[in-house]
């Protein structure tokens, strides 16, 4: 099944003035890419497109099916819950603990705030160290920390794709095996995983295709 798919898709670069373009771009229920790229600003540009964080000049961006708006910023919700994105440049509400941060998407989608976290979340909240620091603001937690916060938030969503930019900024080498672990759960859901990390060892240990971004033009092979 085809969980996302861009046809005839440009973005622009607006850092470099330049486009990043496809004519036919694919992930399947079960793929596991690492992305080859000629140019780092490029890389974080796909996956920011995939995540729906930048709009596109030109094409269309199916997921499972739909047609995105991108219009409507309130269109996209529905979709953007479905798509973890663990990168250096996703952030968290400062306004909010850490704990409302990791619920705020089921509070909007259930429409509830009599919510608590599910098992899931609490061991990777445990194991990662930070369960403690729920009631922490982001601000009074260290980068690394935080990196994982964000991580934690991203995995737990009931999401159909999750995108992962350079790990190794956020995990060091103690939590190494333990996110494999996590990585290993997720990947038995059949989770499409698009990532990107300067470890060999990461991309040698999960990746299944390469998806090659060349002179600003976006392949799979």
């Not at 899931?120 to 009631?135: H, M, V, Y």
């Not at 060999?200 to 990746?207: C, L, P």
């Amino acid at each position: 099944m085809y969980i996302t798919e861009l046809i005839n898709y440009r973005i622009n670069n607006l850092d470099e003035n330049k486009v990043l373009s496809t004519d036919h771009f694919i992930l399947s229920t079960g793929d596991i890419c690492s992305i080859e790229s000629d140019s780092a600003d490029n890389t974080r540009l796909l996956l920011r497109a995939l995540a729906t964080l930048s709009t596109p000049i030109s094409g269309q961006y199916r997921f499972m099916g739909e047609v995105l708006n991108f219009a409507d910023y309130r269109r996209l919700l529905p979709f953007k819950k479905k798509i973890g994105y663990i990168g250096p440049d996703a952030a968290m509400l400062s306004n909010r603990t850490i704990l409302e941060n990791l619920l705020l998407n089921r509070y909007y989608f259930e429409n509830s705030l009599a919510i608590s976290l599910d098992d899931w979340a609490e061991t990777l909240c445990g194991t990662f160290n930070i369960a403690e620091k729920l009631d922490f603001r982001p601000a009074d937690l260290s980068r690394a920390e935080l990196g994982i916060a964000i991580m934690i938030r991203e995995m737990i969503k009931p999401a159909e794709l999750l995108l992962i930019d350079r790990p190794e900024s956020f995990i060091d080498d103690s939590q190494h095996s333990a996110f494999t672990d996590c990585m290993n759960t997720i990947l038995k859901r059949r989770v499409p995983v698009v990532m990107h990390s300067n470890n060999n060892n990461f991309i040698n240990r999960f990746s299944e295709k390469i998806i090659l971004i060349k002179q600003d033009a976006v392949t799979v092979s």
